[in-house]
């Protein structure tokens, strides 16, 4: 029934430079106004051994804000993620402490599945609290913030947990430490886990559902998607993500303690929403939410190596750019 | 019908050679039309003809890009957004603009509230509204959520809202797409009580009975250009249809075919109650199109809903094929082969903010998947031949579906549903803000379902559209199927009967 000649004849559009979502560019445009000003400011800045460091730095953050990435995207938040890192780190520990195993290498392993298995059942607490319970997710996590906690404090009396045997220290120490051809161990796990995730939310079935789910639940639902069930993974995922950080944490230390984690959720949030991520759900940037924890370590690091502003303002500078990063995304959302 | 006296005079509002570009894409080509004191000026076209976008233009919601706006002769600039409302100018949108958490008394008068010494005049504004909400001859509680109501009633509230102004022209954009004809024949009412008092109208409508009805010109866009402006007195549907789509529409409906009486029974439902809908008893053969007709309100969707499990069910079965469906479990009646299409078309259907391929296949991603992931290239392929089939026009591939006209989300929401291949289809209103060119192919479309030996359930508001299309038609009123005909029965004056509750019989 096409009368409409323009449309039969129509040829391919050209793609020019406004069909570049500005949304998807602006945190890699940051990264790089940034590494300027950081280069304009201390000449030791962008060395490779600087910037490795900074890199091998963000790697906590950047990891548990790949799983804020799902969490977010599908609509949800989860605000617990600091004091999972602690509750998980110190039960993996008191693990190790115990001596169950008497093989190190062994218990080792055992001590990492158990971390992982511990940090999805947090996740999927969370996820069941918010879906079955009907909580708002807001209000679940951070009662679960608060229980994480509380439980990391008992289990500590309030001071540390640290690895008693050496020999399991020595023999853990490079999976923070340690090199792949020249990289940095957690570099690699950061382009790993993101590489990972980066294939489930924009190639599989799940990822297509996570979009949906936080683009409007009830036409997800109108569409056979088990809402429910995609918001429980996204927690769990989360919880995933949060046990891999802690494999990487563990080893750095050696030890735990009751303020371990603290104020990580804002930074994983942070990092989601500077990388271009919606806060309201939709889309997710797994690339972005990468770069935006890249930026916020980068900014601590820049403080560091200058000397007009003090680091003790490092708080107050963070809390400042999810700020700004909100404006900015509006501003751009408009215009698209 | 023609306005004699107001010919003459100056036009409230005139367009001049407005023309309108998105992007690299024109939507608009020099566009003329004025608008005269107290006259209803329909504005019709196929989907993406540009209407929309055209009296968003005139009501300042968005700038055009060249040509000049006209008010009472003098050039204007419209205030951006909603403040041309002060220059008595008001726009009821296609897409309802109102506020989710906002009660309907306080939607009606946001940003206008009434106040005494400071303090907000809860009950005056209640009053107000419940005196407007009754001219219209409206039930909705004045103090409930917008979020609770039904599509119908958030238009009627957003009818409500302006005819509760003091306005001057009033541009309604398919005010009449969810309402049944009680409802739009009450709208009506208003709008002539208004324009006797000399108010303006411009109505976009593709029921083009209506048009005929209220109207006293006619604009038609064709592809963003001007094609006529008439005396709606000098010509009929057919010539409006023809003028549209610039060429010869045959029937508009498909001949019926009925299915054997001893064709296999599909689907059956027994005693289903909900909340509102009491003891529904039917059956659908293969092959069969069976419609629902009744009052908006009725409890049809609700029925349906709980058929394919979307709402709980209290009690009764649905067999699918012989076998009982579950209650409650969307999923397993899908993968069973049965498919419900929902109205609510950006509520329910489709995801605004996303791409057309998105869309589409969301409801069958399990088509797509290779070794466990996603084929960019079988969607994209799925996407080529849903444009065909449904002939879904875009000037721009990537376009966000909240950016496509309301007819082209409308077949791209239908073929998402028919993309998961479905045996068993329940349509509710298949043509809500579709062109009569594309209504005609959607009937057609229709009907080679049943011939292919699916079975279909129309949900309509649109008497004429059961009566064309349906081999029976099952009647409901106030929750209950109170009448089901077949054959020579299937006439307005039936289904307005059984509707209304003047008659009944026992269905079951
Ligand atoms: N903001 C926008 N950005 C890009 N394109 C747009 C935008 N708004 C409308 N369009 C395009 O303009 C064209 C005309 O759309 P419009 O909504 O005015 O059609 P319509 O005549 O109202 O159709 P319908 O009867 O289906 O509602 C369509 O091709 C649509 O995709
Ligand atoms: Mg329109």
Redesign the pocket.
Do not use: C, P, W, Y
């Given at each position: 029934m096409s009368t409409n000649s323009d449309i039969e004849e129509r040829v391919p559009r050209r793609r020019t430079w406004r069909d570049i979502d500005l949304r998807a560019v602006a945190p890699f445009a940051a990264l790089i106004l940034l590494l300027i000003i950081g280069a304009l400011v201390n000449p030791n800045f962008i060395g490779l051994t600087n910037l490795a460091n900074v890199a091998t730095r963000s790697a906590f953050i950047a990891i548990i804000a790949v799983g804020a990435t799902f969490v977010i995207s599908s609509g949800d938040l989860d605000l617990s993620v600091g004091s999972m890192v602690a509750f998980v780190a110190s039960l993996m520990i008191l693990f190790m402490n115990s001596g169950a195993i008497a093989d190190p290498s062994l218990m080792l392993v055992a001590a990492m599945v158990l971390a992982v298995v511990i940090g999805s059942a947090c996740g999927l607490l969370n996820g069941l609290i918010t879906t079955l319970g009907r909580i708002e997710p807001f209000i679940a996590t951070l009662g679960t913030m608060g229980i994480y906690r509380g439980l990391t404090t008992w289990l500590s009396q309030g001071g540390a947990i640290t690895l008693q045997s050496s020999e399991l220290q020595s023999l853990y120490r490079p999976a923070y430490f340690g090199n792949v051809l020249g990289v940095p161990v957690p570099i690699v796990v950061i382009l790993v886990v993101t590489a990972i995730a980066a294939f489930v939310l924009y190639r599989t079935r799940y990822g297509r559902h996570v979009v949906a789910v936080g683009s409007s639940r009830e036409v997800a639902r109108y569409s056979g998607i088990h809402v429910d069930r995609v918001r429980t993974i996204a927690f769990v995922i989360q919880g995933l993500c949060v046990a891999v950080a802690v494999l990487l944490y563990v080893p750095r230390l050696g030890s735990t303690s009751a303020t371990t984690g603290i104020l990580w959720e804002l930074q994983a949030i942070t990092a989601v929403v500077v990388g271009g991520t919606a806060l309201k759900g939709g889309a997710g940037r797994v690339w972005g939410t990468i770069c935006g924890a890249f930026i916020l370590e980068l900014v601590g690091n820049i403080m560091l190596l200058s000397n007009f502003i003090s680091e003790y303002l490092i708080g107050a500078i963070q809390g400042s750019i999810i700020i700004i990063a909100m404006l900015v995304q509006r501003s751009l959302t408009r215009k698209s | 019908m023609a306005n004699d006296g107001a010919i003459a005079s100056v036009p409230v509002l005139a367009a001049e050679r407005i023309s309108k570009t998105?992007?690299e894409?024109q939507?608009l080509f020099s566009v003329d039309m004025d608008i005269l004191p107290g006259e209803v000026h329909a504005l019709v076209?196929?989907?993406?003809?540009?209407?929309?976008?055209?009296i968003?233009i005139l009501s300042g919601f968005?700038p055009p890009s060249s040509g000049r706006i006209l008010l009472d002769g003098e050039p204007v600039t419209l205030p951006a957004n909603s403040a041309a409302e002060a220059l008595g100018i008001i726009l009821i949108h296609?897409e309802f603009n109102l506020a989710e958490h906002l009660t309907v008394t306080e939607s009606l008068f946001l940003g206008r509230e009434v106040a005494r010494f400071g303090v907000l005049d809860r009950k005056a504004m209640r009053a107000e509204t419940r005196r407007v909400l009754d001219m219209l001859g409206s039930r909705i509680d004045e103090n409930a959520l917008i979020s609770s109501l039904a599509v119908a009633d958030k238009q009627m509230v957003e009818i409500a809202k302006a005819i509760s102004r003091d306005a001057r022209v009033i541009f309604m954009?398919?005010p009449t797409a969810v309402l049944s004809r009680e409802e739009a024949g009450v709208l009506f009412d208003q709008v002539r009580k208004l324009k006797a008092k000399g108010t303006s109208f411009v109505f976009?409508s593709?029921k083009l009975d209506e048009v005929m009805e209220i109207s006293d010109r006619v604009t038609v866009?064709r592809d963003?250009q001007w094609i006529k402006t008439a005396p709606t007195s000098m010509l009929d549907g057919e010539a409006i249809a023809q003028l549209m789509v610039g060429r010869e529409l045959s029937s508009l409906y498909p001949t019926k075919h009925e299915p054997d009486v001893d064709e296999t029974i599909v689907l059956s439902v027994r005693g289903l109650t909900t909340g509102y809908v009491q003891d529904a008893n039917f059956e659908l053969r293969k092959g069969e199109v069976l419609g629902f007709s009744g009052l908006i309100g009725s409890g049809r969707s609700e029925l349906m809903e709980a058929i394919a499990g979307l709402r709980p069910r209290l009690a009764g079965e649905v067999l699918l094929h012989g076998e009982p469906l579950v209650a409650g479990d969307f999923r397993e009646a899908n993968r069973r082969g049965l498919a419900y299409m929902t109205k609510d078309r950006k509520g329910m259907g489709l995801l605004l903010d996303e791409g057309m391929t998105t869309n589409l296949t969301l409801q069958s991603l399990g088509q797509h998947v290779t070794h466990g992931y996603l084929d960019p290239g079988s969607e994209a392929k799925a996407m080529a031949r849903a444009r065909r089939r449904f002939d879904i026009?875009?000037?721009?591939d990537r376009?966000r579906v909240g950016?496509?006209?309301?007819?082209?989300?409308?077949k791209l929401l239908l073929a998402k549903v028919m993309e998961t291949e479905p045996q068993v289809i329940i349509i509710d209103e298949p043509t809500r803000?579709?062109?009569v060119g594309t209504k005609q192919q959607i009937y057609h479309f229709i009907a080679a379902l049943a011939r292919e030996g699916r079975s279909i359930i129309v949900v309509s508001s649109e008497m004429p559209e059961v009566i064309g299309l349906c081999t029976r038609v099952a009647v409901m009123r106030e929750g209950h199927l109170v009448g089901m005909l077949e054959g020579e029965e299937i006439s307005e004056q039936m289904i307005m009967r059984y509707a209304a509750g003047l008659r009944r019989k026992a269905v079951g």
């Open positions: - | 998105f992007g894409v939507v076209g196929e989907n993406g003809a540009g209407k929309s976008t055209f968003k968005q296609q954009d398919e976009v593709h866009l963003g026009r875009v000037r721009d376009v950016r496509m006209s309301g007819g082209n989300q409308q803000g579709i062109d």
